[in-house]
């Protein structure tokens, strides 16, 4: 592994040598493949044999082999999603320190890992904002949280400064911020060529400019996830103790075990609370995490999630993809149902006539290929399912299915 020279310096220096020596024989083993199962939908079978448990999240698990991924209909079906292993600490901190419903915003959202832990873990009764910046990446946030399945989250592409304008607080937020990745360099080269000190303190700038933007909607008393998949201090411990003296906070410990062999604060004379997963240290490809608590008590709740849906409905500051609500597409006179109704939890599916395929089946359906269904099957909309888990809509029409999947979420080869 080609490591940039003033990485090499400033980190081995950060690490000391023998972390820094653990670290480097991470890049010569096997990458670590994780999983995290939706508890909403839970298929009937184990889904993979001899996988290993994550600790510091009860859904999550190692396998001992990647399989493909592309290819499995349960993916596609929302049953369980890839996550790396690290990320996943999210759900000790949600467990330890969110006990009654709130409303809560994912402000980096995209592609989804975390939204969908949030909105697995969060309790009964909370609503949950996922955001991205990207419209390209929206979409794929848009995509995963609908194969989740779940109604309570409302999708939406702003800048954090949009939301000041919106008067809404939050009870909770997290900040999962754009960093100069150095979690990534074991999967991704380019993440290392792109690497450079420069950049560090590019991000550190950025993410305390997003921090800022996005303080005001946080509410008194509400509680602030800062994370990133980088290793430096700069936009770590830095923004953390930036959080604290300049925005006014205060970190909050999460109750962790010795054998999980998380790494606390590298930065000199200073231990606050902060938990950071290191290659080599930890099975984790890299992630740090903090807990904050904004300053000030508050006796009035956040928006109330009932009204989240319609208050963010009637104002046109917010850009919002969708609302929750899994709804038919309209086509002259005729609804045609759509895939992610299939998918969401709220959906009835006993509405439709249910076809369970075979592998092959769903493999082609979710190639967007017509399927043969058998001869009894109804004419007219039919749910397609894989192991009774639901993956969208064919119109039979008794000697063929039409496929009603949708074109963007096809998969490209079987």
Same mark, same amino acid.
Request: include cysteine.
């Given at each position: 592994?080609?490591?940039?020279?003033?990485?090499?310096?400033y980190?081995?220096?950060?690490?000391?040598?023998?972390?820094?020596?653990?670290?480097?024989?991470?890049?010569?083993?096997?990458?670590?493949?994780?999983?995290?199962?939706?508890?909403?939908?839970?298929?009937?079978e184990?889904?993979?044999?001899?996988?290993?448990?994550?600790?510091?999240?009860?859904?999550?698990?190692?396998?001992?082999?990647?399989?493909?991924?592309?290819?499995?209909?349960?993916?596609?079906?929302?049953?369980?999603?890839?996550?790396?292993?690290?990320?996943?600490?999210?759900?000790?901190?949600?467990?330890?320190?969110?006990?009654?419903?709130?409303?809560?915003?994912?402000?980096?959202?995209?592609?989804?890992?975390?939204?969908?832990?949030?909105?697995?873990?969060?309790?009964?009764?909370?609503?949950?904002?996922?955001?991205?910046?990207?419209?390209?990446?929206?979409?794929?946030?848009?995509?995963?949280?609908?194969?989740?399945?779940h109604?309570?989250?409302?999708?939406?592409?702003?800048?954090?400064?949009?939301?000041?304008?919106?008067?809404?607080?939050?009870?909770?937020?997290?900040?999962d911020?754009?960093?100069?990745?150095?979690?990534?360099?074991?999967?991704?080269?380019?993440?290392?060529?792109?690497?450079?000190?420069?950049?560090?303190?590019?991000?550190?700038?950025?993410?305390?400019?997003?921090?800022?933007?996005?303080?005001?909607?946080?509410?008194?008393?509400?509680?602030?996830?800062?994370s990133?998949?980088?290793?430096?201090?700069?936009?770590?411990?830095?923004?953390?103790?930036?959080?604290?003296?300049?925005?006014?906070?205060?970190i909050?410990?999460?109750?962790?075990?010795?054998?999980w062999?998380?790494t606390?604060?590298?930065?000199?004379?200073?231990q606050?609370?902060?938990?950071?997963?290191?290659?080599?240290?930890?099975?984790?490809?890299?992630?740090?995490?903090?807990?904050?608590?904004?300053?000030?008590?508050?006796?009035?709740?956040?928006?109330?999630?009932?009204?989240?849906?319609?208050?963010?409905?009637?104002?046109?500051?917010?850009?919002l993809?969708?609302?929750?609500?899994? !709804? =038919?597409?309209?086509?002259? $006179?005729?609804?045609?149902?759509?895939?992610? @109704?299939?998918?969401? &939890?709220? /959906?009835? %599916?006993?509405k439709?006539?249910?076809?369970?395929?075979?592998?092959?089946?769903?493999?082609?359906?979710?190639?967007?290929?017509?399927?043969? !269904? =058998?001869?009894?099957?109804? $004419?007219?909309?039919?749910?397609?399912?894989? @192991?009774?888990?639901? &993956?969208? /809509?064919? %119109?039979?029409?008794?000697?063929?299915?039409?496929?009603?999947?949708?074109?963007?979420?096809?998969?490209?080869?079987?």
């Amino acid at each position: 592994m080609n490591l940039p020279k003033e990485f090499i310096t400033y980190t081995s220096a950060l690490f000391g040598a023998e972390m820094w020596q653990r670290f480097l024989s991470a890049f010569e083993g096997e990458t670590l493949t994780s999983i995290r199962l939706n508890p909403w939908k839970l298929p009937s079978e184990p889904i993979f044999k001899n996988a290993q448990p994550v600790p510091w999240c009860k859904n999550g698990f190692w396998l001992n082999e990647r399989p493909n991924f592309t290819k499995d209909p349960l993916l596609h079906a929302g049953s369980y999603y890839v996550q790396e292993a690290g990320s996943m600490f999210l759900d000790q901190v949600l467990h330890e320190h969110i006990k009654t419903p709130v409303l809560a915003l994912d402000l980096c959202a995209a592609p989804g890992g975390k939204s969908t832990l949030m909105r697995a873990v969060l309790p009964s009764g909370s609503m949950l904002v996922s955001n991205e910046v990207d419209r390209k990446r929206a979409n794929i946030l848009l995509e995963n949280m609908q194969k989740q399945g779940h109604a309570d989250v409302l999708i939406t592409h702003n800048y954090p400064q949009d939301f000041n304008k919106t008067h809404w607080l939050f009870d909770l937020i997290l900040v999962d911020a754009p960093c100069s990745g150095e979690g990534l360099f074991r999967r991704d080269k380019e993440a290392i060529k792109e690497w450079s000190l420069n950049n560090v303190l590019f991000c550190q700038k950025r993410q305390r400019q997003i921090l800022s933007d996005i303080w005001p909607c946080l509410k008194e008393g509400g509680f602030l996830i800062y994370s990133t998949c980088t290793f430096n201090t700069r936009e770590n411990e830095e923004n953390v103790k930036f959080i604290k003296e300049e925005l006014g906070a205060e970190i909050l410990p999460v109750s962790i075990k010795p054998e999980w062999h998380i790494t606390g604060s590298l930065l000199k004379d200073w231990q606050e609370p902060v938990y950071r997963f290191i290659p080599g240290t930890t099975k984790s490809e890299g992630l740090f995490m903090a807990v904050l608590r904004k300053k000030g008590s508050s006796s009035n709740p956040a928006i109330l999630p009932q009204s989240a849906r319609k208050h963010a409905l009637a104002n046109k500051l917010i850009h919002l993809l969708y609302d929750g609500k899994a !709804l =038919p597409e309209q086509k002259g $006179k005729e609804e045609i149902p759509t895939a992610a @109704q299939a998918l969401s &939890l709220n /959906f009835p %599916k006993d509405k439709y006539p249910q076809v369970d395929l075979t592998l092959e089946q769903a493999q082609h359906y979710l190639h967007r290929e017509a399927l043969i !269904l =058998p001869k009894d099957t109804p $004419k007219g909309f039919v749910i397609v399912c894989y @192991q009774n888990q639901a &993956l969208g /809509f064919v %119109k039979n029409l008794g000697d063929r299915a039409n496929n009603l999947y949708p074109k963007n979420w096809a998969i490209k080869n079987l």
